[in-house]
């Protein structure tokens, strides 16, 4: 089946540390995107991506990077300058025709 | 991008149909209107879109006025597995531009 693949499905930080969550999709979509969400809320854009080697800040960037080398991933590495990392963080690609397909979800905490 | 505004939470019961209204007084010419749903813990899932009138599906149905400045999602005869968060989005398609989520319409489904 066609879809995106989040991994791992919870992570945990020590303070300091910079990790990487996977995000890979095989629905051949061009635009991809990273979403923060926490207890309650709605969704917050990081960063997003529409084509190969080419990124673009979202609202809450700082922090954050990413890389796009290949068109299937879309890691995001949450730095050790992010200060308040604790969040669910959602990776999602766009289908022009049919909306966004968003993955399951990691659920990182700070340890 | 179109600024939207839903309820924060609404109740209902098995078995009723649920309409959920959403206002975007400043939807531009080429906006579509799309909503998702969540479940916690999961990434929200595309729903339904509509340009004007009226689109059904084997999920919803959406209704958007002549003016378009709102639309209502409707559920019929939801049962408790509706419950979830619905998300009222407007965007431009197809395109990768970036899509805002607001906290949604958190709706609770009783027996």
């Known amino acids: 089946d066609g879809g995106i693949t989040q991994s791992p499905k919870y992570l945990f930080r020590k303070e300091g540390q910079n990790v990487t969550l996977s995000c890979e999709q095989n629905l051949n979509h061009d635009a991809m995107y990273w979403y923060r969400q926490d207890p309650g809320q709605g969704l917050r854009l990081i960063y997003y991506s529409q084509i190969v080697n080419d990124f673009q800040k979202g609202d809450i960037a700082e922090g954050y990077s990413v890389s796009r080398e290949k068109k299937e991933s879309f890691p995001l590495t949450v730095t050790s300058a992010q200060k308040n990392p604790t969040a669910f963080y959602l990776c999602?690609?766009?289908?022009?025709?049919?909306?966004?397909?968003f993955g399951s979800g990691t659920r990182l905490t700070v340890v | 991008l179109a600024k939207t505004t839903q309820p924060i939470s609404m109740d209902s019961y098995e078995g009723q149909e649920v309409n959920i209204t959403c206002s975007h007084n400043?939807?531009?010419?080429?906006?579509?209107i799309t909503w998702y749903q969540q479940f916690p813990s999961q990434g929200p899932r595309f729903i339904i879109q509509g340009y004007k009138t009226k689109v059904t599906n084997e999920v919803a149905s959406l209704f958007i006025p002549a003016d378009r400045k709102s639309s209502t999602l409707s559920l019929p005869r939801v049962s408790l597995s509706d419950t979830a968060v619905y998300y009222c989005l407007v965007v431009q398609t197809p395109s990768g531009d970036k899509l805002t989520f607001g906290t949604g319409t958190r709706l609770a489904v009783r027996p």
């Open positions: 400043n939807i531009a010419t080429n906006d579509y």
């Open positions: 999602a690609s766009l289908s022009g025709s049919y909306g966004y397909t």
